[in-house]
């Protein structure tokens, strides 16, 4: 698409800068020169304008977000097309994103993470109160201001609750989609809530919880597998956050809260309690079927014994019915996984941490931006752009050293490191960064003619891997390498993995030998005959193999081949055509492949009658195919 900077769209909005792109539109900022204010320019890319449905798609999602209106939610202002442009006017959110604050920052503290999550929450709840499912949450989607306010954004899969169900494909980001999506392709309010419960997740563990290569091995996971509990990777995580997570992430959607303002509910409960350290207020939380391993049985036969020595209570709601029990001392019990909701703080610690909130900002967007969070720690900011890692670093107000390093793990042009390193602590001066160059290129040296050993030896001395062997027929002898990468002169990447080609010598040669011996030496070797063909040879006598032809290249082992025989020599026999008609004569002779010249002093017509009284070449003389006879019938 063309950079839209500068230009005025729908005699409105001046484009005055691109903030991001993606696989459907481009977003501008730009000011809205009729109510003189910043707005986000949302621009559906040209070669996808012209189709009417995602017009349409855009036109919907305009409708459902103006339907809309909460503080944790970009506002949509107007919705509009310019030429063959089609836009959306949205609220301009200055800051960054949740996804840039997971980059820079890693794993988030619990009670961090809550403080995030609660807001994303409130905004989804009110768009589920609506009727309407977001259906891509993810940190993608999550914008935290300046200001330190938090906002869901980018409604652009969403769809009215009452026309969700059957959704005809699998959509959103596949690290978030959640079970019954994947199986059936449908989707309700319990659909957003676990897509909720991954980002929680990813939030206090610095991952998602499926990972692998291909989208389907992830969707597979989110269908088949229960999602672990995050202190499993994160001990630090209090055992109330595994409790909450674990529900809204239930396979079974029975299993889990039936919308975003059930969750919220416990979130705001266990933000109060993990931000006091008070263990003896009642908190209120649906309990998964008992087929789940996060229940812990023992635990549910010492509440159902009515034990109790403590001044605390817990209520769990089963699906059927709310069960109230007393808390109690024993060890089985205390450590229940829905009953232990957080473990007490000691009174020092909370008073240091609720100055430290005090004194560091409620704000999200703040702190990871211009608060003391930007400022205090360098970011992690491998594998980002250079324009990415300068935003990232604005907030320090220090010059940007620039230099270049080979890397043989960052791809040309993005950031390998930064001096002071990631997590260090800034102070003053000059922060190099360090953007890669691509790998550092070395000539392989020469490895022909030697056996495996040797050359991989010869490779690992020169700081090259050893990649994979493989064996074909060369003209080299048996054991020796004859090719690998590198082998033209022109250097690879340092450390890269070179595969060898070792020889098994030279194809037998069968040229002359009868067919049967032949067929003997080719399969002794581990070839296959695949085809047996045959044809006229001056040279090799009739039975006797003229050739033996690769089917394909290279030939190995098990490799297929096809066999040329000799019929043996082409030879023609000179038939007796003295006496025979000129016309009887000359079909006969040219039907054995000879070129027949006719010397007469008869009309053509007359060759039926006339006869042939001699012939260039005597009755049963040797010939080959298209050599000259003549015949006379004067």
């Known amino acids: 698409m063309t950079n839209l900077v500068g230009q005025l769209v729908a005699e409105r909005y001046l ?61 949509v202002f107007d919705q509009g097309a310019d030429g063959d442009l089609a836009f959306l006017a949205m609220e301009f959110v200055s800051g960054i994103t949740l996804r840039d604050a997971l980059k820079d920052f890693g794993v988030l503290e619990a009670s961090r993470a809550l403080e995030i999550f609660e807001p994303i929450l409130s905004g989804l709840a009110a768009a589920h109160r609506a009727g309407i499912l977001h259906r891509d949450l993810k940190p993608e989607n999550v914008l935290l201001s300046d200001s330190g306010q938090i906002k869901l954004s980018d409604f652009g899969l969403a769809r009215d609750i009452d026309n969700n169900t059957a959704t005809g494909s699998l959509i959103g980001t596949v690290a978030y989609l959640s079970p019954e999506l994947v199986t059936r392709g449908t989707a309700d309010a319990r659909s957003d809530v676990y897509a909720a419960g991954i980002m929680l997740f990813e939030m206090l563990t610095g991952r998602q919880p499926f990972e692998g290569q291909q989208a389907v091995q992830i969707a597979y996971q989110h269908a088949n597998d229960n999602v672990p509990a995050p202190s499993s990777l994160v ?74 020595a ?20 024993s060890p089985a019990a205390s450590d229940s996984s829905l009953v232990r909701l957080g473990q007490k703080r000691r009174g020092l610690s909370l008073a240091i941490a609720t100055v430290l909130v005090i004194l560091l900002g409620s704000g999200a967007g703040w702190w990871f931006s211009s608060g003391p969070g930007g400022l205090s720690a360098i970011p992690d900011l491998t594998s980002r752009t250079v324009d990415d890692a300068r935003l990232a670093l604005e907030v320090f107000g220090a010059e940007i050293d620039i230099q270049n390093e080979n890397s043989s793990t960052v791809a040309a042009g993005l950031v390998v490191s930064t001096e002071p390193g990631a997590g260090s602590m800034y102070f003053f001066g000059p ?5 890669s160059a691509g790998p550092k290129l ?14 991989s030896a010869k490779l690992l001395a020169s700081g090259f891997k050893v990649g994979t062997l493989s064996s074909w027929f060369s003209e080299k002898p048996l054991g020796q390498v004859y090719d690998y990468l590198g082998l033209d002169g022109q250097p690879i990447p340092e450390s890269s993995s070179v ?6 010598g030279s194809i037998p040669v069968v040229a002359g030998l009868d067919q049967a011996i032949a067929v003997a030496a080719i399969e002794a070797v581990g070839l296959k005959i695949a085809e047996v ?9 009739k039975g006797q193999v003229i050739s033996l032809l690769p089917l394909t290249e290279p030939l190995g082992k098990g490799s297929e081949v096809k066999l040329l025989v000799s019929k043996g020599p082409n030879v ?61 019938s004067k």
């Open 15 to 75: 484009v005055e800068r691109l903030v991001a792109r993606g696989g459907m539109a481009t977003v501008y900022q730009a000011e809205d020169e009729r109510l003189q204010r910043k707005v986000a320019l949302k621009i559906i890319h040209q070669h996808l304008a012209v189709d009417p449905s995602f017009r349409q798609k855009f036109i919907a999602e305009a409708r459902i977000a103006a339907r809309l209106s909460h503080p944790n939610l970009v506002n």
């Open 442 to 455: 070395v000539a392989v040296p020469n490895l022909v003619g030697l056996d495996v050993a040797s050359a």
């Open 431 to 435: 922060i190099k960064l360090l953007v």
């Open 235 to 308: 001990p630090a995580v209090p055992a109330l956050l595994d409790e909450i997570v674990l529900w809204a992430t239930a396979r079974d959607p029975a299993n889990r809260p039936k919308d975003a303002d059930e969750l919220l509910t416990v979130i705001s409960a266990a933000r109060t309690q993990l931000r006091t350290g008070v263990l003896n207020a009642t908190l209120r939380m649906p309990a998964m079927s008992l087929n789940t391993e996060v229940i812990d049985r023992d635990s549910l036969s010492a509440f159902s014994t009515g034990e109790s």
């Open 533 to 541: 063909g045959s044809e006229f040879s001056d040279t090799i006598a």
């Open 572 to 632: 023609i026999v000179m038939p007796k055509v003295i006496g025979e008609t000129l016309s009887a004569a000359q079909n006969l002779l040219s039907s054995l492949g000879l070129n027949v010249v006719v010397d007469t002093n008869q009309l053509q017509s007359n060759w039926g009658i006339s006869k042939v009284k001699r012939s260039s070449e005597a009755a049963g003389a040797q010939l080959r195919a298209g050599d000259q006879v003549t015949i006379y």
């Open 499 to 504: 595969n060898l080609k070792i020889s098994l």
């Open 310 to 329: 403590g001044n605390e209570t817990a209520v769990i709601d089963s699906i059927d019915n709310t069960e109230v029990f007393g808390a109690f001392e």
